[in-house]
């Protein structure tokens, strides 16, 4: 039996009583057994990519959060701890500052819940028959018992799409990821490995944060895209598939969707019978995509047999999108050298990207923390 995804409009953050509703909604679908209790230690996963006032889209918007905690509350939950890491340098300073910058710590002095900021880390076994043996992951993810997965409807120039499933990658603690995109630099076998790391952490329940979602350069360098939505359900996967019908993004180009239907963990397009709530609700509403998603961006070489084998890699390579340093804007904070998983930019007052060694993971575009790495392609393929 599928799991059911809830799907409720909100029209604003301002608007408590229709935020707490749709939240409320996506709690009480939960059958008996998956409804968290007084005993429960909850940890909340918000999307904080990086230090963004939540009026700029990029990360969980504080007023979704207060909602969830008052469902919880009304549950009887009172151990609840929230909890993320982005990439670069995870310590307990960098945690404070984005905690202070993405509105959680006014947020968690007014509800009363703990902020985790001591930055350890765990290695736990990963799910089995994957591509992944164990993930390190940081602490309270591997402690708490009752994992509420809080993501961001957004564009992605690497995978297409950040939503429930990758943002869970957010559960590896801060250079470890640069370690991942290194081990799978093709957005295949990312894909496999994103798939892995959800069956490893099981969310309990996942909250998509739709009211104002993200288009064009996500995670962080793309345009507001107000969409007046809540969806929820306890399958991740599913969630997922019905923002893709929303945002207009076939599933197949989602690296961790593709790979969760090879591996049957979900169909190829969301049925239509796991809908709660007004079908029109999922009518698409298409997302101005990433420059990044077209050619060059769906890995097809890696399955060519045959002479084109030897053609189309070098191809497909020479045609991608890649990572561009705008050197006016550049402060040379040293944000993207820190994160890059092959350590291909130099720093000489402004960064300096060596191409020939860029894997195309975006991680530059997601840290920069003003938006000076652009995302450029050739000419020719902007306009096929």
């Given at each position: 039996?599928?799991?059911?995804?809830?799907?409720?409009?909100?029209?604003?953050?301002?608007?408590?009583?229709?935020?707490?509703?749709?939240?409320?909604?996506?709690?009480?679908?939960?059958?008996?057994?998956?409804?968290?209790?007084?005993?429960?230690?909850?940890?909340?996963?918000?999307?904080?990519?990086?230090?963004?006032?939540?009026?700029?889209?990029?990360?969980?918007?504080?007023?979704?959060?207060?909602?969830?905690?008052?469902?919880?509350?009304?549950?009887?939950?009172?151990?609840?701890?929230?909890?993320?890491?982005?990439?670069?340098?995870?310590?307990?300073?960098?945690?404070?500052?984005?905690?202070?910058?993405?509105?959680?710590?006014?947020l968690a002095k007014e509800l009363g819940?703990?902020?985790?900021?001591?930055?350890?880390s765990v290695t736990v076994p990963a799910?089995?028959?994957?591509?992944?043996?164990?993930?390190?992951?940081?602490?309270?993810?591997?402690?708490?018992?009752?994992?509420?997965?809080?993501?961001?409807?957004?564009?992605?120039?690497?995978?297409?799409?950040?939503?429930?499933?990758?943002?869970?990658?957010?559960?590896?603690?801060?250079?470890?990821?640069?370690?991942?995109?290194?081990?799978?630099?093709?957005?295949?076998?990312?894909?496999?490995?994103?798939?892995?790391?959800?069956?490893?952490?099981?969310?309990?329940?996942?909250?998509?944060?739709?009211?104002?979602?993200?288009?064009?350069?996500?995670?962080?360098?793309?345009?507001?895209?107000?969409?007046?939505?809540?969806?929820?359900?306890?399958?991740?996967?599913?969630?997922?598939?019905?923002?893709?019908?929303?945002?207009g993004i076939e599933p197949e180009r989602?690296?961790?969707?593709?790979?969760?239907?090879?591996?049957?963990?979900?169909?190829?397009?969301?049925?239509?019978?796991?809908?709660?709530?007004?079908?029109?609700?999922?009518?698409?509403?298409?997302?101005?995509?990433?420059?990044?998603?077209?050619?060059?961006?769906?890995?097809?070489?890696?399955?060519?047999?045959?002479?084109?084998?030897?053609?189309?890699?070098?191809?497909?390579?020479?045609?991608?999108?890649?990572?561009?340093?705008?050197?006016?804007?550049?402060?040379?904070?040293?944000?993207?050298?820190?994160?890059?998983?092959?350590?291909?930019?130099?720093?000489?007052?402004?960064?300096?990207?060596?191409?020939?060694?860029?894997?195309?993971?975006?991680?530059?575009?997601?840290?920069?923390?003003?938006?000076?790495?652009?995302?450029?392609?050739?000419?020719?393929?902007?306009?096929?």
């Amino acid at each position: 039996m599928l799991s059911p995804v809830i799907v409720r409009p909100v029209a604003s953050y301002e608007d408590a009583a229709a935020l707490d509703a749709a939240v409320e909604a996506v709690f009480a679908a939960l059958p008996a057994e998956k409804q968290p209790t007084p005993a429960s230690r909850v940890l909340l996963k918000p999307n904080l990519l990086a230090r963004h006032a939540p009026d700029k889209a990029v990360t969980t918007h504080p007023a979704l959060l207060r909602a969830v905690v008052a469902a919880l509350r009304r549950r009887g939950v009172t151990d609840i701890l929230l909890a993320d890491s982005p990439g670069g340098l995870y310590t307990p300073a960098r945690m404070r500052a984005l905690y202070e910058g993405t509105g959680m710590t006014t947020l968690a002095k007014e509800l009363g819940i703990a902020l985790y900021d001591a930055c350890k880390s765990v290695t736990v076994p990963a799910a089995p028959d994957g591509l992944v043996r164990e993930f390190e992951l940081i602490e309270p993810v591997a402690q708490r018992d009752y994992l509420i997965d809080l993501p961001k409807m957004k564009t992605h120039v690497m995978t297409g799409a950040s939503l429930s499933v990758k943002n869970l990658f957010g559960c590896i603690p801060g250079l470890k990821k640069a370690e991942w995109h290194t081990r799978f630099p093709d957005k295949e076998r990312f894909g496999e490995m994103l798939t892995d790391l959800c069956r490893t952490v099981q969310p309990a329940l996942t909250i998509l944060d739709g009211v104002v979602g993200m288009e064009g350069d996500g995670p962080s360098g793309g345009s507001p895209r107000p969409l007046g939505l809540v969806l929820g359900g306890a399958d991740p996967f599913l969630v997922d598939l019905a923002a893709c019908r929303i945002m207009g993004i076939e599933p197949e180009r989602v690296p961790y969707l593709a790979a969760g239907i090879r591996r049957g963990l979900c169909p190829a397009e969301f049925p239509a019978q796991a809908l709660d709530g007004d079908e029109t609700l999922l009518r698409p509403a298409p997302f101005r995509l990433p420059a990044s998603y077209g050619a060059g961006d769906t890995d097809f070489a890696r399955h060519a047999r045959g002479p084109v084998a030897w053609v189309l890699p070098r191809l497909e390579r020479w045609a991608a999108p890649r990572p561009v340093v705008e050197t006016v804007k550049c402060i040379g904070c040293g944000r993207c050298a820190e994160i890059c998983p092959r350590h291909t930019i130099e720093l000489n007052k402004t960064a300096r990207i060596r191409p020939a060694d860029c894997i195309r993971c975006f991680c530059c575009h997601e840290m920069c923390p003003v938006q000076a790495i652009q995302v450029k392609r050739l000419p020719l393929f902007r306009h096929l």
